[in-house]
């Protein structure tokens, strides 16, 4: 449970208040509500870029870490397809310094060639240390184009390659901050050792004065419903042989995520989950397999992964993954297991609220999803799934035109 | 009035850092039960921790076989049936094989503690390592390790961690594949009769920790029944540094090259640790720090680049990390130790000293988050045999220490003869 309190001030800027008394810290978040999915498909991976070259400098301060460093706080940020977000974490006392700093550039940044320049290099560096570097690193830049058709999911949040970030101009980083940089598209959230009196002081001291700007209206081409069953092979220097099926769901506010989360805690969330059981222990065909949902808020994907064990025919490996996910369809959970991962989400979440920066995080999320109050409400949503609506979402799920498989093997 | 957005709004010292001390209660077999109750959420932490027995050359990944497979099996229940149990309660359970400890750690809400401790009882003192088990533990561990194999950062800090300490201890050696062909269930079970008794056992509980709680440990770890007739006795590793400075590992398909550099140091017991902490963040702990802004925020050669002293029971070192793009590694190279030569020939201005002061008390407030966080700053005093005093000092020596001592220490203990492994292309 998380108390808070919200106002909005007259240019469209919606503030959450969470008071935490028992903590000496304070958390800003501002969460804007733009992401690699709002990217020009010619122009991919500006979303995050842009994230970066928010920390350049802004219009009246030259530089965004020094002085928040100075006060004792620390910063940073993370770009999805969805969102992009912003955080400050800094003694209470200093909370005004995190004001100062954060409202500054959403007012203005200091738009400059060399922290374009710089920056263009830092995250091509990081594509290659995330995704280029790495054995099965660019799983996601194939997995993506061919599960999405049409749908800005198609590439991932650094883009589709190192020449759109490469290209990206001044002109570009000055119409993307215009679009989607201002009031009317952002979610601030204080929360800690803070009052509610004092943040509406701040908040409308600091953000009051900058222009609502335009409000973006998203209008996104949502992706087909998919007829075929679609397969991709990558052979690549890697040691094992690796499976990924992606299947599409729905989007994160629909009530049937609930138990579309659950079915992949049920597969393979803990020693005791069916996939891991099954495949890694008792048969055993795979050294690791997961299923996770991406929880996106447009229609998403069900993922299951695995690397097989050396010398198990890939056949072999991905009967074994239906035969599981045929089980959920054709038989009736048992009231036990589904009561297992109930719990687990019940400890997750209490666990997850211990921490401040989480709890500042999630109401700002929830509140893009439609009301931070809502986030109070998930523990019971998830209680309420029952046996036959998990059958219900893995039956619609799990069929092969519904899914893309990417087989990517071994070359040695 | 005009809102002035040129100054920055005044700001406030830290003053006082509370921390939270644990209280501690003796067990009946002589087992220190540690305990922080601060938290209003209906949860709990118990870590079991347990000094690792002498590393043994012959089999020498035996000791973090034994941890990761504690639950695994015993001569009750199957190793499914064992997850089932932890699962069933909405529990967590973790478990790691440090180089001078291995713990055991359940999280569970404070309802379900009664489920779920008699499982950790079962699990520490009966573990049995089943065959089948073990030889799809060693399987699944090699395949793992081949992944890891084909990266650059995990190859340089394997290497870096055997030139520092020789292949001689725990903390050098480095692991290939077949070591794990090596491990016996015999072997697994000698360790954990030796390692997982109650003489050698420290308990520590976080969280909303009540008369319940500690009455539910007492009654199931308190008592004879895993005490061991032998007092283990652990000897000190054998560290057998490299004489080669520079050691190339040549991957001519990267894109980028890990650097990891650096040299041996001392522990968190010597009296020249905190100030090397302030001296190590203007270097490479933080975002702004020098590193930082020149090789990445000037220079664009990396996603990341940082520096860390890390303190072991009997070790410490100094090292640097980072991937850069491979037609840039030796520039990146060059302005690292030029940076290490900034430190040892200019004083840090006042301006950044301050600041790196502030930042540094400000982070570890931050660090503070919970009963957890209190018993981790705990945990990292009582396994080097200090006490509070140790960040009294720290505080202290933030706030206090000058630009003319810490270019002294950077003379001192950054001069030459760094080790340097670089993984990729030059």
């Known amino acids: 449970m998380i108390n808070f309190e919200r106002f909005t001030l007259n240019n469209g800027l919606r503030v959450l208040v969470h008071e935490d008394p028992a903590t000496p810290m304070a958390v800003l978040n501002v969460l804007y509500d733009v992401g690699a999915r709002d990217e020009d498909p010619t122009k991919t991976g500006f979303a995050h870029l842009f994230e970066h070259l928010m920390f350049g400098g802004s219009v009246n301060i030259p530089s965004y870490d020094e002085p928040l460093q100075r006060v004792g706080g620390e910063n940073n940020a993370f770009t999805t397809n969805d969102i992009t977000n912003y955080y400050i974490q800094v003694p209470a006392v200093n909370l005004e310094t995190a004001f100062w700093l954060e409202s500054d550039r959403m007012l203005s940044l200091a738009f400059s060639e060399k922290s374009l320049e710089v920056q263009r290099n830092v995250v091509c560096e990081e594509f290659k240390q995330r995704y280029l570097n790495q054995p099965y690193g660019d799983v996601w830049l194939n997995l993506r184009p061919l599960a999405f058709k049409k749908h800005p999911y198609q590439w991932a949040t650094i883009g589709k390659e190192l020449s759109h970030i490469e290209d990206a101009t001044l002109d570009d980083v000055k119409a993307f901050f215009t679009k989607h940089y201002n009031p009317q598209n952002a979610i601030l959230v204080v929360a800690g050792k803070v009052k509610l009196e004092e943040v509406k002081q701040l908040a409308e001291k600091w953000f009051g004065p900058i222009p609502a700007g335009e409000r973006y209206n998203r209008n996104l081409i949502q992706e087909p419903v998919q007829t075929e069953a679609r397969t991709q092979t990558i052979k690549a220097k890697v040691p094992l042989n690796a499976i990924y099926k992606a299947y599409h769901i729905g989007d994160r506010k629909q009530k049937e995520f609930y138990a579309t989360d659950l079915i992949s805690d049920l597969l393979s969330r803990g020693d005791s989950s069916r996939l891991y059981r099954s495949l890694v222990k008792e048969q055993p065909l795979f050294s690791e397999i997961n299923a996770y949902v991406s929880g996106d808020m447009d229609p998403g994907l069900f993922i299951v992964e695995g690397k097989l064990v050396n010398g198990v025919e890939m056949e072999q490996a991905e009967a074994a993954i239906q035969v599981e996910l045929e089980r959920l369809k054709n038989e009736v959970l048992q009231q036990d297991e589904l009561t297992k991962v109930k719990n687990k989400i019940e400890s997750t979440m209490v666990f997850s609220e211990l921490n401040l920066l989480d709890r500042a995080m999630n109401l700002a999320y929830f509140e893009l999803l439609g009301d931070a109050a809502n986030y109070n409400l998930e523990r019971e949503k998830y209680q309420s799934v029952t046996a036959n609506q998990i059958q219900e979402q893995a039956n619609k799920i799990f069929t092969d035109t519904n899914c893309s498989t990417l087989y990517y093997l071994s070359e040695n | 009035m005009i809102l002035d957005r040129k100054s920055e709004p005044q700001f406030k010292a830290i003053s006082s850092i509370k921390l939270i001390k644990?209280?501690?209660?003796?067990?009946?077999?002589?087992?220190?039960?540690?305990?922080?109750?601060?938290?209003?959420?209906?949860?709990?932490?118990?870590?079991?921790?347990?000094?690792?027995?002498?590393?043994?050359?012959?089999?020498?990944?035996?000791?973090?076989?034994?941890?990761?497979?504690?639950?695994?099996?015993?001569?009750?229940?199957?190793?499914?049936?064992?997850?089932?149990?932890?699962?069933?309660?909405?529990?967590?359970?973790?478990?790691?094989?440090?180089?001078?400890?291995?713990?055991?750690?359940?999280?569970?809400?404070?309802?379900?503690?009664?489920?779920?401790?008699?499982?950790?009882?079962?699990?520490?003192?009966?573990?049995?390592?089943?065959?089948?088990?073990?030889?799809?533990?060693?399987?699944?561990?090699?395949?793992?390790?081949?992944?890891?194999?084909?990266?650059?950062?995990?190859?340089?800090?394997?290497?870096?961690?055997?030139?520092?300490?020789?292949?001689?201890?725990?903390?050098?050696?480095?692991?290939?594949?077949?070591?794990?062909?090596?491990?016996?269930?015999?072997?697994?079970?000698?360790?954990?009769?030796?390692?997982?008794?109650?003489?050698?056992?420290?308990?520590?509980?976080?969280?909303?920790?009540?008369?319940?709680?500690?009455?539910?440990?007492?009654?199931?770890?308190?008592?004879?029944?895993?005490?061991?007739?032998?007092?283990?006795?652990?000897?000190?590793?054998?560290?057998?540094?490299?004489?080669?400075?520079?050691?190339?590992?040549?991957?001519?398909?990267?894109?980028?090259?890990?650097?990891?550099?650096?040299?041996?140091?001392?522990?968190?017991?010597?009296?020249?640790?905190?100030?090397?902490?302030?001296?190590?963040?203007?270097?490479?702990?933080?975002?702004?720090?020098?590193?930082?802004?020149?090789?990445?925020?000037?220079?664009?050669?990396?996603?990341?680049?940082?520096?860390?002293?890390?303190?072991?029971?009997?070790?410490?070192?100094?090292?640097?990390?980072?991937?850069?793009?491979?037609?840039?590694?030796?520039?990146?190279?060059?302005?690292?130790?030029?940076?290490?030569?900034?430190?040892?020939?200019?004083?840090?201005?006042?301006?950044?000293?301050?600041?790196?002061?502030?930042?540094?008390?400000?982070?570890?407030?931050?660090?503070?988050?919970?009963?957890?966080?209190?018993?981790?700053?705990?945990?990292?005093?009582?396994?080097?045999?200090?006490?509070?005093?140790?960040?009294?000092?720290?505080?202290?020596?933030?706030?206090?220490?000058?630009?003319?001592?810490?270019?002294?220490?950077?003379?001192?203990?950054?001069?030459?003869?760094?080790?340097?492994?670089?993984?990729g292309k030059k």
């Open chain 2, 22 to 423: 644990p209280e501690c209660q003796k067990l009946q077999n002589g087992i220190d039960l540690y305990f922080i109750d601060a938290s209003e959420a209906d949860l709990v932490r118990v870590e079991f921790i347990f000094p690792n027995v002498d590393w043994n050359a012959a089999q020498p990944l035996a000791i973090g076989a034994t941890n990761s497979m504690l639950n695994e099996g015993t001569p009750h229940y199957t190793a499914s049936q064992l997850a089932d149990k932890i699962d069933f309660y909405g529990a967590f359970f973790q478990h790691e094989a440090g180089f001078d400890h291995s713990s055991v750690t359940l999280y569970s809400l404070n309802k379900h503690l009664k489920s779920t401790l008699p499982i950790i009882k079962e699990i520490i003192t009966e573990a049995c390592f089943p065959e089948q088990e073990l030889s799809t533990y060693i399987q699944n561990s090699k395949q793992k390790l081949k992944v890891n194999q084909q990266k650059n950062d995990f190859l340089a800090r394997k290497k870096f961690n055997q030139v520092l300490f020789g292949d001689n201890s725990y903390y050098g050696y480095n692991v290939q594949a077949e070591d794990y062909d090596k491990l016996t269930r015999e072997e697994l079970l000698a360790v954990r009769a030796k390692q997982y008794t109650a003489g050698n056992c420290i308990i520590i509980i976080s969280g909303k920790v009540k008369a319940e709680e500690r009455q539910l440990i007492a009654e199931l770890f308190g008592n004879d029944d895993w005490l061991s007739d032998e007092k283990l006795v652990v000897s000190k590793p054998v560290l057998e540094p490299s004489s080669t400075l520079v050691n190339f590992v040549e991957r001519p398909d990267a894109l980028q090259s890990a650097i990891r550099l650096g040299k041996p140091l001392f522990n968190k017991s010597h009296p020249d640790f905190q100030a090397m902490q302030v001296l190590n963040t203007v270097f490479g702990g933080y975002f702004g720090s020098r590193l930082m802004s020149n090789i990445r925020e000037d220079k664009g050669y990396t996603y990341g680049i940082g520096s860390a002293i890390v303190s072991l029971k009997e070790a410490g070192y100094f090292f640097v990390a980072t991937e850069v793009g491979a037609e840039v590694c030796s520039n990146a190279l060059t302005e690292i130790y030029k940076e290490i030569d900034i430190l040892k020939n200019i004083l840090i201005p006042d301006e950044e000293l301050s600041l790196v002061r502030n930042y540094m008390l400000g982070s570890f407030l931050g660090s503070l988050e919970n009963a957890f966080s209190h018993a981790d700053k705990f945990k990292g005093i009582l396994l080097y045999g200090l006490d509070y005093d140790y960040y009294e000092n720290f505080f202290e020596t933030v706030k206090t220490v000058t630009p003319q001592h810490l270019q002294q220490l950077a003379n001192k203990y950054l001069a030459d003869n760094f080790l340097e492994v670089v993984v």
